[in-house]
């Protein structure tokens, strides 16, 4: 269903048993939910999907080590099981990370441990060797049935530094567990999405949209690309807007029966860095390592390149987060205490990102000990206007957990019972995953004619979807592109398919070409071609786009204009290369 269907579903038949207000990963998954338990649902999102923290997580599927301190037992518990159905349901984009801790102390951190955990103390400390050992005792007896990964395992400085040699030199020590970590957030969300949708009619999205309550009492879509007004009926609403609940209970309560601040959202920043010696320092693990000022830094290889965050500062205005360069110093700083021989260059920083973690509102002067779990609270409209059930907190590892949660209160105020469980369903591309890929690649390759060089990079986009996709590329002429790894075709697939109406929908989150730093500037002109033409743009539009990309580009990743315009030369020789090779 396109949008113009969309909306024109929605003047004939404006009542929904559920509105769901935001359209990232926590978002996308209660709508999943509802959605497939037949219920009537819409999903309304102010951006684009995935587009908010869902787009700047840490790239990490992960149980929170960490949070055992906290005393989170519960939710290192759950969190580790949804990484274990991850790791079964979405093969294509969840892997194993096996990751190491380098110990710079014995005991130290040990005692500070209890009196955190016990609330006498909100300061980061340092954590030697017993604390961490036992930590990782803990996540192994957390995982013990399942046993779907190794466990930990300890080594002394010697083999630490025999595997790791640009290793801080006062290391003393360093353990080895395993968690995993996600290439394609954002395209999982759309697979999900898309999972909600295929469920049939009753279900319905909306990216650029918003809703409001007006003066009558009613509530209101808007769409932001053709500027069209809709009242809705809804029975219930969910609002999943993260950092901007509160903002948005702004829109649907009037002040007097608005509910008290329910967020207190911390900001993360990330950097990806391109440069060769710490990718190969890291020997295919990710570091998880402390800062000298006691908090947690993470390093690991992402597609290529290595992911360096993050940062943990209070925000007020989730719409305004941004790398800032102070944040880049401490993260640059942290990289220099754990790894001291590799100098990063600033010109080795190809993209940098950031988000707002939805946390509980809370007082606490240190943003570690704010909780991380999630747990929803309904309020009540009153004057017969329906409840709004406001989902709080929540990572992105528990994103099918926290929306089975949602949805299953949703049920029981509607009424209804779920007819079936989202734990074992696989997802997206992670659909009938075959156990050998080469033979799967080889023969959807030669059923397609599609080179095996092609259809491989495909499969590692899209995992079993990339048929689909393989089809649509061979059903017509193609063309090259400026990055010699995509072709019209393929772009034009998106553009079709995934509710694509900006060009950073493309470019930031349903491809890699940003993050990765891959995009150069032709690149950037060839996708806006193909996307003007989609959308019959004019000129003007499209000059109006294209300014306002390469504006956020800027602004929000640390990548301009000039930079964009030296990747030339580099994707040219690229296309050349690959072109003699075939």
């Known amino acids: 269903m396109n949008r113009e269907e969309t909306l024109d579903g929605l003047r004939r038949s404006p009542k929904v048993d559920v509105c769901v207000i935001g359209g990232g990963i926590n978002g996308i998954s209660v709508f999943r939910e509802l959605a497939l338990q037949g219920v009537s649902v819409l999903l309304i999102e102010k951006h684009d999907y995935c587009s908010g923290a869902s787009a700047a997580l840490s790239r990490m599927v992960h149980g929170g080590l960490r949070y055992l301190e906290n005393g989170e037992f519960k939710l290192v518990r759950e969190s580790l099981a949804e990484r274990d159905r991850l790791l079964r349901n979405a093969p294509h984009y969840v892997a194993p990370l096996p990751t190491t801790v380098p110990v710079f102390d014995i005991v130290s951190g040990l005692g500070n441990g209890v009196v955190r955990f016990l609330g006498l103390t909100r300061?980061?400390?340092?954590?030697?060797?017993?604390?961490?050992?036992?930590?990782?005792?803990?996540?192994?007896?957390?995982?013990r049935r399942r046993a779907m990964m190794p466990q930990h395992q300890f080594r002394g400085r010697r083999k630490t530094l025999a595997s790791w040699p640009a290793l801080n030199p006062d290391v003393r020590s360093s353990a080895t567990y395993y968690d995993a970590w996600v290439s394609h957030p954002e395209r999982l969300g759309i697979e999900l999405l898309d999972d909600g949708l295929s469920s049939g009619p009753q279900a319905q999205a909306l990216n650029y949209a918003e809703i409001s309550a007006d003066r009558a009492g009613r509530y209101?879509?808007?769409?932001?690309?053709?500027?069209?007004?809709?009242?809705?009926?809804?029975?219930?609403?969910?609002?999943?807007?993260?950092?901007?609940?509160?903002?948005?209970?702004?829109?649907?309560?009037?002040?007097?029966?608005?509910?008290?601040?329910?967020?207190?959202?911390?900001k993360g920043s990330?950097?990806?860095?391109?440069?060769?010696?710490?990718?190969?320092?890291?020997?295919?693990?990710?570091i998880y390592y402390e800062n000298e000022d006691g908090r947690i830094c993470i390093l690991f290889p992402y597609l290529g390149k290595v992911l360096v965050g993050s940062t943990d500062i209070r925000v007020e205005n989730p719409e305004a987060v941004r790398c800032e360069v102070d944040e880049r110093d401490y993260i640059l700083q942290s990289l220099s205490f754990v790894l001291?021989?590799?100098?990063?260059?600033?010109?080795?920083?190809?993209?940098?990102?950031?988000g707002v973690r939805p946390l509980p509102a809370s007082t606490d002067s240190f943003t570690g000990r704010i909780p991380r779990d999630h747990f929803c609270t309904v309020v009540e409209a009153g004057d017969g206007k329906p409840a709004v059930l406001c989902m709080i907190g929540g990572k992105w590892t528990t994103f099918r957990s926290f929306g089975?949660?949602?949805?299953?209160?949703?049920?029981?105020?509607?009424?209804?019972?779920?007819?079936?469980?989202?734990?074992?369903?696989?997802?997206?591309?992670?659909?009938?995953?075959?156990?050998?890929?080469?033979?799967?690649?080889?023969k959807v390759a030669a059923e397609k004619g599609i080179p095996a060089t092609r259809m491989a990079t495909l499969f590692a986009r899209y995992g079993t979807e990339a048929e689909a996709i393989a089809s649509f590329i061979a059903a017509g002429p193609d063309t090259?592109?400026?990055?010699?790894?995509?072709?019209?075709?393929?772009?034009?697939?998106?553009?079709?398919?995934?509710?694509?109406e900006r060009l950073d929908d493309v470019l930031l989150r349903r491809t890699t070409l940003a993050v990765t730093g891959e995009l150069s500037l032709q690149m950037v002109d060839a996708v806006l071609d193909l996307l003007a033409t989609e959308k019959a743009w004019t000129p003007a539009q499209r000059s109006s786009e294209r300014h306002r990309f390469l504006t956020l580009l800027r602004d929000r990743h640390g990548v301009d204009e000039n930079t964009l315009s030296a990747r030339n030369e580099q994707r040219s020789m690229q296309c050349e290369t690959t072109a003699k090779s075939g």
């Open 340 to 354: 001291p021989g590799i100098v990063i260059r600033p010109e080795d920083i190809s993209f940098q990102f950031s």
């Open 123 to 143: 300061r980061p400390s340092r954590r030697g060797a017993i604390a961490i050992k036992a930590g990782l005792s803990i996540y192994d007896f957390l995982t």
């Open 480 to 500: 090259n592109m400026p990055h010699p790894d995509y072709s019209a075709r393929e772009l034009l697939f998106l553009i079709r398919n995934e509710a694509v």
């Open 404 to 442: 089975e949660l949602a949805a299953d209160l949703a049920l029981e105020r509607l009424g209804k019972e779920r007819k079936l469980s989202t734990a074992d369903r696989a997802i997206g591309g992670g659909r009938r995953f075959p156990l050998d890929r080469a033979v799967w690649i080889a």
């Open 270 to 286: 990330h950097l990806i860095i391109d440069n060769a010696e710490l990718y190969a320092a890291l020997a295919g693990h990710m």
């Open 220 to 266: 209101v879509v808007r769409d932001t690309i053709g500027g069209a007004s809709i009242a809705i009926r809804p029975t219930l609403i969910i609002n999943a807007t993260g950092g901007w609940i509160d903002i948005t209970n702004s829109t649907l309560f009037s002040p007097e029966a608005r509910p008290a601040s329910l967020m207190g959202g911390t």
